[in-house]
């Protein structure tokens, strides 16, 4: 079989605009929600899309901590390649997809750093090595092998012990949207799309799109 023949049909949920909340951060706890109850693989990863000066789009998988009102935050190296993207061209996308459910969610909007007490208030519950790493990866720098790296977190090991600090390289970013699409699959690929885009009065107007 080709790759080209690889096709599923899908059907298991329907999604209108009777559906869906008025509020897509409502809708999108009940989504979140329902995906933990169907038990779907870590239903927090999402993609994190940035650009750089160059006009180049960079992707990589991500885990959401947290999200409500103020928007969707995860925590990472300020000095990594999208820590970087992330300070000449602040716009974002996220993309979450449990494929179990048949269910895409697409996010765009603003990003900013969180305060430094959330970002300490955060790095203090992780676990204790998790923080080691933290401080020994120079997350998105050149290593000449593994043991280089391996080396690091010993040292900061043998540094801090159990008590290491959040560095100042590391944090939070949480993502303000203005657009906020739900995708459920549907046969014959004629899937249901609404979106949700937030309008200059702070109001959020929903619309189907075709698919």
Known sequence: MSIADLRIDYSQAALSETDTDADPIAQFTKWFDEALRAQVPEPNAMGVSTVGEDGRPSSRILL????????????????????????????????????ELERQVRIEGKVERVPADESERYFQSRPVKSRLGAIASLQSQPVTDRSVLEEQFAQAEAQYGEHPPRPTHWGGYRLKPDTIEFWQGRRSRLHDRIVYRLNDAGQWIKQRLQP
Not at 77 to 88: F, H, P, V, W
């Open 64 to 99: 959401i901590k947290d999200f409500d009102q103020r928007g969707f935050t995860w925590f990472t190296n300020y000095d990594s390649r999208k820590g970087e993207q992330l300070a000449k061209n602040t716009y974002a996308a996220l993309l979450f997809h449990w494929v």
